[in-house]
């Protein structure tokens, strides 16, 4: 089976803004991050944050939990790393899920359609929030994002744009989820519904790159210059590891999966 390989480099394909080089950075630094994460977990000796935070560890421990179940039913909880896995992360709690759908909204509402403009007044909300509340949304994020980690959903997307990369679905996901509760449900549910008209062209998406570092980003405002990362070495990126959930497709068959599905522009 042949991976997807839309090369990301391409013209057009990243927010273009002053700020792009800086994300660029906060990528490579949360991938790090993930990854001696995980290996202080898998060495024994994970750590809680730092004693001279003010703020509550909000620390609960699991050894499973279904994803889909989390999804419906499970108001809070502990963060997941990779879906489609069962196993769970020790980590910061979760936030409720009325909670973070109701700030979600806020910030979709006067955004004019700009994700841009959603990601700073997301971050703006957030930041008045105490520090432990904005790790707690940072973690539900990225949960809600893994649980779009898809091979089916992957597939609709990659018909749509002609191609997409890892990066590609990473930041689609975090569009889906910056479109609220309704649209997030309607697109788990079934993949086709990216192609009702909130995507004018193609990768449109790739700007919601913004809103995977919001939580970290008003973290740093919300706790007066602290990092989220090391704080809560154990938060979960959006930077999926494994495969995702579902049957695999080869790119040069996948169009068939999806006859209903004309690339956008």
């Known amino acids: 089976m042949k991976t997807p390989n839309h090369a990301r480099s391409e013209a057009g394909h990243r927010p273009h803004s002053a700020g792009a080089n800086a994300l660029t950075l906060k990528t490579k630094s949360r991938a790090v991050a ?41 108001a809070t909880g502990t963060a ?49 929030l105490p520090p432990v509340q904005v790790a707690s949304f940072n973690a539900r994020f990225v949960s809600k994002n893994l649980e779009l980690y898809s091979w089916e959903l992957w597939g609709a997307a990659y018909v749509l744009y002609g191609g997409c990369s890892d990066d590609c679905f990473e930041y689609l996901r975090s569009w889906v989820v910056g479109q609220g509760q309704d649209y997030f449900k309607a697109v788990q549910r079934d993949p086709h519904t990216l192609d009702n008209g909130r995507l004018s062209f193609a990768f449109e ?56 599905l004309s690339p956008l522009p």
Do not use: H, K
Not at 45 to 58: H, N
Not at 80 to 103: A, K, Y
Not at 225 to 243: C, F, H, K, N, W
């Open 205 to 260: 998406s790739d700007e919601a790159e913004w809103l995977s570092y919001v939580g970290e980003d008003a973290y740093l405002r919300a706790s007066d210059g602290r990092d989220l990362y090391e704080d809560y070495p154990q938060s979960p990126s959006t930077i999926a590891v494994g495969e995702p959930s579902g049957t695999a497709w080869d790119e040069e068959t996948v169009e068939s999966l999806y006859p209903d």
């Open 34 to 74: 993930a990854v001696i994460a995980l290996a202080m977990v898998l060495a024994g000796c994970a750590q809680q944050p730092a004693t001279g935070s003010s703020d509550p560890v909000p620390v609960e421990t699991s050894t499973t939990s279904s994803i889909s179940a989390e999804a419906d039913s499970q």
């Open 80 to 128: 997941n790393i990779s879906p489609p896995s069962t196993s769970v992360e020790p980590g910061v709690q979760l936030m409720e899920q009325g909670q973070f759908w109701d700030i979600i909204s806020r910030s979709l509402e006067v955004s004019d359609g700009s994700i841009e403009r959603q990601a700073a007044e997301l971050e703006d909300i957030l930041a008045d």
